[in-house]
């Protein structure tokens, strides 16, 4: 095992700790008396989130103090040394969470010098979690997972957040060219459902909208499970603005179905 390896493991454990202890806090609150307020884009923010981050924030500037952070509440911050930058969602779903619907997530992700190496996403009301780093796998729950290796798109099921962020994003006839195609459609949206095509139980998930900290984990946890995820073009990142999780087979299909805007 190479030197850079063996410290991605070492990254990957702290993360996975530290998404489990903010996790654990989230819990103390989910469904209980908890009343959002509203940032300017309309989306909820709880206390929930905000101790979940700070938490965060607080074990990563102990541990890595040299290292910057981006966080959805927070915002960014700079140890002075950029090159490793941990990105934060405390709450991914947050809508889902002040619902009382158990799929929430807490997404953690490490960048090294441009690269995503470490992602871990933890569902507290549900007890699972996700985690891969550059060449240790994609484990749930600490089993070694894949994407499904089913070929065809007709035969798997396909994710998505909110049906009409399809028709805000003007992605509507890309959506429905999808819709068409796959087998099954099912609103298990947000981090879950791109977890969902990493542990090999669904083969598509598409977001027309995402923020940088909502993808931040995903390029490990998908290339270490077998599967792509990136934009719409195909192109690995997390920069996108937009995200899809799927499995190397059916990417060439469903990138065909999606291509057309209009």
């Not at 909502?214 to 192109?235: T, V």
Request: charged share 20%; hydrophobic share 40%; with cysteine.
């Amino acid at each position: 095992m190479n030197t850079s390896v063996r410290i991605y493991q070492s990254y990957l454990d702290f993360a996975v700790e530290t998404a489990y202890l903010a996790g654990r806090l989230t819990l103390g609150y989910f469904r209980g008396d908890v009343s959002p307020d509203f940032k300017p884009d309309d989306t909820p923010v709880t206390v929930a989130d905000r101790e979940a981050e700070a938490l965060i924030r607080v074990r990563i500037e102990k541990k890595f103090p040299g290292h910057a952070i981006v966080g959805e509440e927070y915002g960014a911050s700079s140890g002075g040394d950029d090159s490793h930058r941990w990105f934060i969602d405390p709450i991914d779903g947050t809508k889902s969470f002040v619902c009382g619907v158990p799929l929430y997530g807490v997404l953690i992700g490490l960048e090294i010098e441009g690269r995503v190496e470490v992602g871990v996403v933890y569902f507290p009301a549900l007890d699972e979690m996700v985690a891969a780093a550059t060449g240790h796998g994609c484990r749930l729950n600490g089993r070694v997972v894949h994407v499904s290796p089913e070929t065809r798109l007709d035969r798997v099921t396909v994710a998505f957040t909110d049906a009409g962020g399809f028709a805000f994003a003007n992605r509507q006839a890309a959506w429905e060219k999808v819709q068409r195609a796959a087998w099954f459609r099912a609103g298990w949206g947000d981090a879950y459902g791109h977890c969902l095509v990493a542990t090999g139980r669904i083969g598509l998930m598409l977001d027309p909208v995402m923020n940088v900290w909502d993808c931040a984990p995903f390029p490990p946890i998908l290339a270490e499970a077998g599967g792509y995820f990136g934009d719409w073009k195909g192109m690995p990142t997390i920069y996108g603005n937009e995200a899809m999780s799927t499995t190397t087979a059916l990417l060439p299909e469903v990138l065909s179905l999606i291509s057309d805007r209009k």
